[in-house]
């Protein structure tokens, strides 16, 4: 008596095998071009940093030349006192300012928080409840 189940048992490794291997190809592959694009984005980020900061200091100039030119046209005016209302006007705008990114900061909008509470969720489905400690 033969046993038909003898061919079948390489034929089905095989086949596992090669679907194993052309999968892990195929990660390989993607993860190649996530490397690419990241690579990609960080340059792109890189430049968009950079300008950003030429306009700032662009923008910084601009305003001291604004702020040479109300201090020349109202010194005859106002004499000192165009400086001190120009300090406080800038002094007010710099602590508006700070004050909206310290509140930024406090919301926790800088720790990618959408993306870590999917990851939390997807840990909890996978491995059950989170480990003690944790800080949800």
């Known amino acids: 008596m033969s046993d038909d189940r ?6 089905l490794l095989a086949g596992m095998a090669s679907f194993m291997s052309s999968l ?10 996530a ?14 940093l950079l300008l950003g900061a030429a306009a700032l200091g662009a923008g910084a100039l601009a305003l001291v ?6 201090v ?4 005859e005016a106002l004499g000192w006192r165009i400086l001190l209302i120009l300090f406080i006007v800038y002094g007010i705008a710099a602590w508006l300012l700070l004050q909206r990114a310290a509140r930024i900061v ?12 999917e990851l939390r969720k997807d840990r909890e489905a996978l491995f059950g409840s989170p480990p003690e400690g944790d800080v949800e």
């Open 6 to 11: 003898g061919p079948r048992a390489p034929g």
């Open 24 to 33: 892990a190809r195929l990660f390989g592959a993607r993860a190649s071009y």
């Open 35 to 48: 490397m690419l694009e990241l690579g990609d984005a960080r340059d792109a980020l890189l430049r968009v």
């Open 65 to 70: 030349a604004l702020s040479a030119l109300l």
């Open 72 to 75: 020349v046209l109202s010194w």
């Open 106 to 117: 406090a919301e926790g909008q800088i720790g990618l928080p959408v993306t870590m509470a």
